[in-house]
T-cell receptor, first 112, second 116 residues
Framework: GQQLNQSPQSMFIQEGEDVSMNCTSS?????WLWYKQDPGEGPVLLIA?????ELTSNGRLTAQFGITRKDSFLNISASIPSDVGIYFC????????????FGSGTQLTVLP | DAEITQSPRHKITETGRQVTLACHQT?????MFWYRQDLGHGLRLIHY???????NKGEVSDGYSVSRSNTEDLPLTLESAASSQTSVYFC???????????????FGAGSRLTVL
């Protein structure tokens, strides 16, 4: 099946720093989604991307749908303690209209 | 407000026992999914349903079953619990229509299962 490579697996950053994480695949995707999971909770959607090249912001978060349709990145600017959590990318492959493939997650720790 | 509710949130059981995890959504979504989350594996799909009476196996379906008798509920049953099934289980749903956001998943808060 489709595989998503998400990196880095974990990050330790200082409060106020910017963060960047990405997902890549050898196959194309029609949709890219970014989720955040707080400890003890389910993943919550942060940003959805539907077109190649699309750049979308949600507050301090910015995500892009790669031109090749095989990658996406998420940037977080000026990190704050509540940014701590696991960030997942997810993609919808062509021909699998109702299913998502998930990356393995990036564990973000923000140090005061 | 519409929501997706999982119960129980925490359960401890013994090897060999049957366990059922409940998932109830009030979004009126057609699609419902069960995932398990384990360290190093991210979210892995167990079973899914695209509508009433429809069920399908995901990548890690062995030892699990689901049934869909109505739109709102997709219970997950572990027929004979094994220690390898100790995990956090997430239910999710999506609209499944034809709009661009139709396949965005909404997740429940999770059910943590420990099999001793």
């Amino acid at each position: 099946g489709q595989q998503l490579n998400q990196s880095p697996q974990s990050m330790f950053i200082q409060e106020g720093e910017d963060v960047s994480m990405n997902c890549t695949s050898s196959s194309i995707f029609n949709t890219w989604l970014w989720y955040k999971q707080d400890p003890g909770e389910g993943p919550v959607l942060l940003i959805a991307l539907y077109k190649a090249g699309e750049l979308t912001s949600n507050g301090r978060l910015t995500a892009q749908f790669g031109i090749t349709r095989k990658d996406s990145f998420l940037n977080i600017s000026a990190s704050i303690p509540s940014d701590v959590g696991i960030y997942f990318c997810a993609g919808q492959p062509p021909g699998s209209a109702r299913q998502l493939t998930f990356g393995s997650g990036t564990q973000l720790t923000v140090l005061p | 407000d519409a929501e997706i509710t999982q119960s129980p949130r925490h359960k401890i059981t013994e090897t060999g026992r049957q366990v059922t995890l409940a998932c109830h959504q009030t979004w009126n979504h057609n699609n419902m999914f069960w995932y398990r989350q384990d360290l190093g594996h991210g979210l892995r799909l167990i079973h899914y349903s695209y509508g009433v009476q429809d069920t399908n196996k995901g990548e890690v379906s062995d030892g699990y079953s689901v049934s869909r008798s109505n739109t709102e509920d997709l219970p997950l049953t572990l027929e004979s619990a094994a220690s390898s099934q100790t995990s956090v289980y997430f239910c999710a749903s999506s609209d499944g229509g034809f709009s661009s956001g139709a396949n965005v998943l909404t997740f429940g808060a999770g059910s943590r299962l420990t099999v001793l």
